[in-house]
């Protein structure tokens, strides 16, 4: 059974960091590509890093230069490491992951068969 578990969410202010962490498990995570969405509210979700299972990150435009998206296979983990926050980066936060689909696919579509529950980021002014 794939799951994906998210931790590290909270509260900063504009300017501040954040790092998220997903922890994988019940399927070869090194096969597959992951991925972080996130929702604000009444809005869609939206694709904001991915990374391929070679690596290769994908970040959306809005955070190219503040988001950095790592994978350690060995541990299971992916990390989004968010510096420089902005308001607008606030919502709620999901790792996601997929066997078939390229990391710039998932970001770009977005699409992912699997889904975490979410971790809330909020960014205060």
């Known amino acids: 059974q794939v799951q994906l578990v998210e931790s590290g969410g909270g509260s900063v202010q504009s300017g501040g960091s954040l790092r998220l962490s997903c922890k994988a498990s019940g399927f070869a995570v090194e096969r597959w590509t992951i991925g972080w969405f996130r929702q604000a509210p009444g809005r869609m979700h939206e694709g904001v890093s991915c990374i391929s299972n070679s690596s290769v990150p994908y970040h959306t435009d809005s955070v190219k230069g503040r988001f950095t998206i790592s994978r350690e296979n060995a541990k299971h983990m992916v990390d989004l490491t968010m510096s420089d926050l902005k308001v607008e980066d606030t919502g709620v936060y999901y790792c996601?992951?997929?066997?078939?689909?390229?990391?710039?696919?998932?970001?770009?579509?977005?699409?992912?068969?699997?889904w975490g529950q979410g971790t809330q980021v909020t960014v205060s002014s």
């Open positions: 996601v992951a997929d066997p078939d689909v390229t990391e710039r696919g998932m970001c770009v579509i977005p699409h992912a068969d699997h």
